[in-house]
Each structure stands twice: as C-alpha cells, then as structure tokens.
C-alpha cells in the first residue's frame, strides 16, 4: 500500500478531486500555501493499493496543468533613489509535486 501526497494548485484541485471520486478512489483535502509565491495550494492525500499508483498519476497529470505568470519582485530600498526598477518576472507555477511512500498499516474505522 501507498500513501500519495499531491500537492496541486486550487485552480486545479476540485478538477482532480471529481476525476479521483468518479473513478472511485477516496482523498482527503488540505489547504496549504506555496513556499515561494504565497498563493493558494491544495495538498490532497490518498491511500491506495501499489498497482493503483500509475493510474492516479495519470489523473494528476492530466488534469493538473502547468501555466505561465507574472509576479513583481519585492520592492527593493536602494540608497540612490531611481538606481533600481522592478519589472515583472514570468514564473511557471501549476502542475503538481507527488510523493509516494510507503504504508505499513492502514485502518478506516
């Protein structure tokens, strides 16, 4: 058995949830936050059966999409007024991070 922990955006979440309850498959939700733009995530966590593993990561990525987006670097105080404009920055958030373990005992009660 193994325990999935997919970390996904919220745009891309309630997609993967239906996919995932559809084909029958239980997960719990968590909201969390990203470490590097501070934006909404949602960490989703299944407990399934080894030879289950390759079609929920087909799930995943499938309905979980990669996109490209513009954010401002942090205002910088320089000691010469004018030496230092922001501009925008592209960065590629979406998609997901998956992390598959090992589970030695599980119980719904």
Known sequence: MKLLIVIVQ?????????????????????????????????TIFLGVDDDKVEEILSVVRERCHKREHFINPAPYAPSAPGSYIPYPMKV???????FVAPIDYFERV
Do not use: C, V
Request: aromatic content about 4%; hydrophobic content about 30%; charged content about 25%.
């Open 92 to 98: 590629e958030i979406g998609g997901a991070t998956i």
């Open 10 to 42: 919220d745009k891309d979440a309630e997609a993967l949830l239906s996919t995932l309850t559809q084909k029958g498959y239980r997960a719990t939700k968590m909201a969390s936050t990203g470490g590097f733009l501070r934006e909404g995530n949602s």
